[in-house]
């Protein structure tokens, strides 16, 4: 990159920097209003922070102007990375995290959707933190960029390039701005209809409004972002409801569903959730693994009955499939389940949910291209050596299988697979069980965050590091932190032109 392009990056990189600092005002208010004054200074000192980075950064830069598509993956990448450093500040200065290091993990964990935690002693974080830890679900949910980009911080220079490379390869309106409004517009309703159900729950079950509405909030949050944190430390199974396990449910479902999807029921159109080739898989994705999984936990004896079986056999499918991580479970039971449940949720976590949504994983649709290819090569094999073999799909209009679309969906199946084996295999040199081991790593790389108990404060610091990376590469899809990396070594090389 040359001079004008560093300050280019550097300007909108500021401009990113200044709306996460505005949404720490968020938390900052939260702990005025329950007079928890040590938090609100951790957030006057990250506001602060936030606010001097970014001021200096768009100092530095130049006039906004229109981006590159490489532009545009390296401030994408540098993004995420600055935002989990400074997100990061008001989390160790709280003194529930052992080091910069565990903390920087909860921020990135958060912002990824990831749900994996390191926080200690959970049960009595200040409800300023808890807010902001759930607000980077809220924020990474919907992407960083999708953000700024609806509140148009002065970025609409190069909004299109900057959407599209966080990984959202779908337009919704004709305006990318309007798009990403949209996009809130969504999550705003999902998330007002979840807050109030869980708040009606809360009071039913004897919980406070005022702490009754806060764990409803951020409960919504955490299912529709598909993000896994929870106020409590034993996470969902704090509340021992049937009532707040379904409304996480409907949420999580509603988040990993593409946003697409949403806007074509939203326009009266009920039919092309059930005619689409990515809402199909994924709807069998999570029957088959449902059943496999009851089977499984049947067959262990450790539960009390069929009810029970079927709550938390689903629950925990549905929470692995959709890249929620929301659990009932202990993390000591996962050996209890049995071996066909354990490997029935790594693989409902490697598979994920849909593209342009909130989840992680490969995606229901490059399953659904794969399993569409392989019906393809069968007919080929079938028919006569002079027949012209096609097959279609629907995924909002009526489209061909090309060979593109399916060399793009099997280089994304291979990046992942070869991202979770590596991630278990490193954790197992550690010394944990190799299933184990691979249940963590597939949970951070998918952005899902259920959890062994592998990922703590106690853990090696190389595994810290290694599921950090594992959640941002899974998150932004691998090609926006590679560009970054192959820029970050090759400014200063000159190009190679073309004889």
Do not use: C
């Not at 200065?93 to 920087?104: F, M, P, R, V």
């Not at 499939?321 to 929301?326: E, I, K, R, W």
């Not at 393809?376 to 279609?392: F, G, M, N, W, Y």
Request: hydrophobic share 50%; no cysteine; net charge neutral.
């Amino acid at each position: 990159f040359n001079w004008n392009e560093m300050r280019s990056i550097a300007h909108f990189l500021g401009r990113l920097l200044y709306g996460i600092a505005l949404v720490m005002l968020l938390p900052l208010a939260t702990a005025l209003v329950f007079r928890e004054w040590d938090p609100a200074l951790d957030y006057v000192v990250g506001i602060s922070a936030t606010a001097f980075v970014a001021t200096l950064l768009v100092n530095l830069g130049g006039d906004a102007r229109n981006l590159s598509r490489r532009e545009a993956l390296i401030i994408s990448g540098l993004a995420w990375l600055t935002a989990t450093a400074l997100g990061a500040l008001p989390l160790v200065l709280s003194g529930h995290y052992g080091s910069y290091l565990d903390a920087a993990f909860e921020a990135a964990s958060g912002f990824t959707t990831s749900g994996l935690t390191l926080t200690q002693n959970a049960d009595h974080l200040a409800n300023a933190h808890n807010m902001w830890r759930h607000l980077t679900h809220l924020l990474g949910g919907q992407g960083i960029i999708v953000a700024a980009v609806s509140l148009a911080i002065g970025i609409k220079g190069g909004a299109f390039s900057l959407y599209l490379a966080e990984a959202r390869d779908e337009q919704i309106l004709p305006n990318v701005v309007h798009t990403a409004r949209f996009i809130w517009f969504v999550t705003g309703t999902y998330v007002v209809l979840g807050t109030l159900a869980l708040t009606v729950v809360g009071l039913w079950h004897g919980m406070s409004l005022d702490r009754g509405f806060l764990h409803a909030f951020w409960l919504t949050i955490a299912a529709y972002d598909t993000g896994g944190f929870a106020p409590q430390s034993q996470n969902m199974l704090y509340y021992h409801s049937a009532l707040f396990e379904v409304v996480t449910v409907v949420a999580m479902l509603a988040g990993t569903l593409n946003f697409n999807l949403h806007a074509d029921m939203w326009r009266g159109d009920k039919g092309e959730i059930f005619h689409n080739l990515e809402a199909r898989t994924l709807a069998a994705n999570v029957l088959i693994l449902t059943a496999f999984t009851g089977a499984a936990m049947g067959a262990s004896r450790w539960f009390s009955g069929p009810a029970e079986i079927v709550r938390k056999g689903a629950y925990h499918i549905i929470s692995a499939n959709s890249g929620t991580g929301h659990q009932t479970l202990y993390t000591a039971q996962w050996a209890d389940v049995g071996p066909g449940a354990f490997y029935a949720v790594i693989l409902a976590m490697a598979f994920g949910g849909m593209m342009s949504s909130t989840a992680g994983g490969i995606k229901a649709m490059r399953i659904g291209l794969m399993i569409k290819a392989v019906v393809l090569e069968i007919r080929r094999v079938l028919s006569p050596h002079t027949a012209v073999v096609r097959i279609k799909f629907h995924h909002l209009t009526d489209r061909q299988l090309t060979p593109e679309l399916v060399a793009g969906a099997l280089m994304m199946f291979a990046l992942y697979i070869v991202t979770y084996i590596t991630g278990g295999l490193i954790g197992a040199a550690y010394g944990y069980p190799l299933d184990q081991a691979l249940f963590e790593s597939v949970s951070a790389a998918a952005n899902v965050g259920l959890s062994t108990g592998i990922t703590s404060p106690t853990m090696p610091t190389g595994l810290k590091i290694l599921y950090t990376a594992q959640m941002w590469f899974g998150r932004l899809e691998f090609f926006t932190l590679l560009a970054l990396v192959v820029a970050i070594f090759t400014t200063g090389v000159p190009r190679r032109t073309r004889a």
